[in-house]
């Protein structure tokens, strides 16, 4: 799978099949995914048909496509290690007939060193020079050419005529372009084909990391291992320490620290209590556990994220297509091109009809123009994978690149959803820190979310005796002797018996607010507040000076909405918005000519993402799969978004780069080979540069930009 | 200049050998994993027994 052509090949080898719906295959990532009918149609057909169409279909992963691959590798290896020792050889043999032009060579040792160049370069043809005779001739089956046929053609023209004029005894031979050229463009090749794998590592990465075997506990006690795929719910499982937990599951007993990190891009120990839910695809990084299944491996999170990750990268996006269409044309410019310059030049000077056409056969790289855009992209889905955002529509990167306006969803993206304190006055010369830590020592029993929130801002450094709790109230303790409460402000009032004239300001948000007290009257009076994600202001800040509006719209109350935006500094925030008035305003925006950038939660806001020219969803646990948005942020930062903006922006630079080097690499080289000004081994090297080029610019998204953080 | 005659052959003959000692390199499994080979001696704990490291696992 090299080229358009290749891609073409097969897509319409499958869609040919009755029963197969839809045939998507991805030149750069060499991966095909086909909708079809079972009960029409058996994927055993279709992979015949696949591998009667030249190519050989295998599964995603595995052991059979791990020991294919290898074989592959070692075959491309052996082939290049031929070329380039037998091109040694033969380039000292020609060298010698060359040099010695001037002063006159023994036509005996001429001849012999020229048996000798043949000799070297038949096997070197025969073996190395393989792939690209099987290549063109699929291709001339196929009457697709694709860029294997020019190369073909050039290597069998000049081994022909080098041939006759051996045995003639007169004229030019080109065992050394011969050898040189199936060196050169295998070994470019090869480069080309690692960087390509390399970007893809991220998804791979993922699927590799299931165990092959999981230890499953019987009931009686023994122990025996299976294969991931044998897991059922409710087995309980065995996990070592820097295990990959294989499917998601519940914590049966004791306390387990987790790494999510292959799951959300961020490496954190997260400490896990009984009963709670663990990912598959988490890292047990703590001590050995034990957990009950609840589901099989190819429902867990990690089996989603993975199945969205290869449905992206088996999709050609529609500029893709565009240029796979140019590509093809392109290889038959280029054979009318090499005709019609040695024609040329059969006239002109026959002498150098041969090496002008060869040139032209060999300089121009069709593939640089269509790899142009699916390596960059697959390079930058790969990338941002890592970072924890997924790409579930290959179009949506396009479009993230030239967003304009940031529209967030304030609770769950901006907010955590989590309740969170703050002090909002406090009496009778009590400190900030003595309130939260008094308020702490009271709440040490309870597990309220209110109570986690105020144990989150301080450790109680006190300790409090006899608490009691009283529900939708408050709690009660005693601390150093004296009786405190903390709770409504109505059930501390109690206890101080202050007359309510002292709380006349606060009673009308008395719902909301926390009274703390003790017999001798109020201590303190807290607030709740939806919390600020960590990271959120940063990741405002960022998304700012990229150069992008930002606006907030929520459902919830306006005063709230407004503390939030005064926080972050954002101008527009708009609160009390049903979800039709969010997809009005999103569309309002749109049909402005703005691009909108949505932002959700991924719950309930189905259409308002879809009205956006991106959406992005903050997707948690199993929702991965269901999730509807372009973008689903499993690691639920926002800063890792200006990333993928920035991302998105370089992935565009990229590919108008590649692109334009392939236009111009192309225009300017064909001409000059058709003159004749452009010796063939020149012409290889520069195509498989050309090629490599493109590749390695596109392998610059995959890297982690470690200057701008 | 008959040397000449005797000196081809014998290139010859060293190129072959490359290439039959490359093949044989290639064969025995020496450039199949170029980066993960070099892992194990830092991941390896000290007074592990060398069975439990993961390359093993690999070539099993």
């Not at chain 1, 290898?70 to 380039?84: D, F, M, N």
């Not at chain 1, 930058?380 to 179009?395: F, H, I």
């Not at chain 1, 009673?507 to 919390?531: C, H």
Request: with cysteine; glycine share 8%.
């Amino acid at each position: 799978m090299r080229c358009a052509a290749c891609s073409r090949a097969v897509t319409r080898a499958v869609s040919a099949l009755a029963g197969v719906e839809r045939v998507s295959v991805n030149v750069a990532t060499a991966r095909a995914a086909v909708d079809w009918d079972p009960q029409r149609v058996a994927l055993k057909k279709i992979l015949n048909v696949v591998s009667e169409a030249g190519f050989k279909p295998l599964p995603l992963a595995g052991k059979a496509a791990a020991s294919v691959q290898r074989a592959e590798h070692r075959q491309a290896l052996k082939r290049i290690g031929l070329a380039g020792l037998g091109m040694m050889q033969t380039m000292m043999f020609v060298y010698c007939i060359y040099a010695s032009g001037a002063h006159g060579i023994d036509p005996g040792i001429a001849q012999y060193l020229k048996l000798a160049g043949l000799l070297i370069a038949t096997p070197v043809l025969v073996y190395s020079g393989a792939p690209f005779f099987s290549g063109a001739l699929r291709d001339l089956r196929r009457r697709s050419p694709g860029m294997d046929v020019p190369v073909a053609l050039a290597l069998l023209i000049a081994y022909a005529a080098s041939v006759v004029n051996t045995f003639r005894g007169a004229g030019e031979i080109y065992f050394d372009s011969v050898t040189m050229f199936i060196f050169f463009l295998l070994a470019g090749r090869f480069v080309e084909m690692s960087v390509r794998r390399r970007n893809l590592s991220a998804t791979e990465a993922l699927a590799r990391s299931l165990p092959t075997t999981v230890a499953r506990i019987a009931k009686d006690g023994a122990t025996e291992r299976i294969a991931p795929g044998l897991i059922r719910q409710g087995d309980l499982l065995s996990i070592p320490k820097g295990a990959v937990i294989p499917v998601d599951s519940l914590l049966a007993a004791g306390e387990a620290v987790v790494d999510e990190s292959l799951l959300t891009g961020e490496s954190v120990s997260i400490t896990k209590q009984v009963n709670e839910p663990l990912s598959g695809g988490s890292i047990n990084v703590g001590q050995p556990i034990r957990v009950v299944a609840t589901g099989c491996a190819s429902q867990s999170m990690l089996a989603s994220i993975v199945g969205l990750l290869e449905r992206t990268q088996a999709e050609r996006p529609a500029i893709v297509r565009t240029a796979d269409g140019v590509a093809s044309w392109f290889v038959l410019l280029t054979l009318t091109l090499a005709a019609a310059a040695g024609l040329f030049w059969i006239f002109a000077e026959p002498a150098r009809a041969l090496p002008a056409a060869l040139a032209v056969l060999v300089v121009t790289c069709p593939c640089a123009l269509s790899l142009a855009t699916p390596a960059a992209m697959a390079a930058a889905t790969a990338r941002l994978a890592r970072l924890g955002l997924l790409v579930t529509r290959p179009d949506a990167l396009e479009r993230l690149a030239r967003v304009d306006v940031v529209v967030v969803d304030k609770t769950g993206t901006l907010t955590s959803g989590m309740p969170v304190v703050e002090l909002k006055d406090t009496r009778r010369g009590y400190s900030r820190a003595a309130a939260f830590q008094t308020a702490a020592a009271l709440e040490s029993a309870s597990d309220h979310p209110i109570a986690q929130a105020f144990r989150k801002h301080a450790t109680p450094a006190r300790v409090a005796v006899d608490l009691q709790e009283f529900a939708g109230r408050g709690v009660e303790g005693r601390i150093d002797g004296a009786i405190w409460r903390l709770g409504t402000h109505r059930f501390v009032k109690e206890l101080t018996q202050e007359p309510g004239a002292d709380l006349s300001g606060l009673s009308n948000d008395a719902g909301a607010g926390i009274a703390l007290g003790n017999s001798e009257g109020m201590i303190a009076t807290f607030v709740l507040a939806d919390g600020l994600r960590p990271g959120a202001l940063r990741a405002v800040e960022q998304l700012r000076e990229m150069g992008l509006d930002i606006a907030i719209a929520s459902g919830d109350q306006q005063e709230v909405v407004d503390e939030i935006a005064r926080k972050l500094g954002v101008q527009e925030a708009v609160g009390r918005l049903t979800p039709q008035a969010k997809l009005a305003l999103v569309q309002q925006r749109e049909s402005a000519g703005t691009r909108v950038l949505m932002v959700g939660d991924g719950i309930n806001d189905g259409p308002v993402l879809a009205a956006a020219s991106v959406s992005c969803a903050m997707a948690q646990g199993s929702a991965v799969a269901q999730a509807a948005a372009d973008l689903l942020l499993l690691n639920d930062s926002l800063g890792t978004l200006a990333e993928a903006i920035r991302g998105a922006r370089r992935m565009r630079a990229v590919i108008r780069q590649n692109l334009a080097w392939a236009l111009v690499y192309n225009l300017g080289a064909v001409p000059l080979a058709a003159m004749g000004w452009i010796a063939p081994w020149v012409a290889a090297v520069g195509m498989s540069t050309s090629s490599l080029l493109v590749v390695l610019n596109a392998a610059r998204l995959a890297r982690s930009p470690g200057a701008s953080q | 200049m008959n040397i000449v005659f005797l000196l081809i052959p014998l290139g010859m003959g060293l190129m072959v050998a490359a290439v039959a000692a490359l093949f044989w390199a290639v064969n025995s499994g020496q450039y199949d994993d170029l980066e993960d080979a070099s892992r194990p001696v830092l991941d390896s704990e000290d007074g592990q027994p060398p069975s439990e490291l993961p390359i093993e696992r690999q070539q099993g």
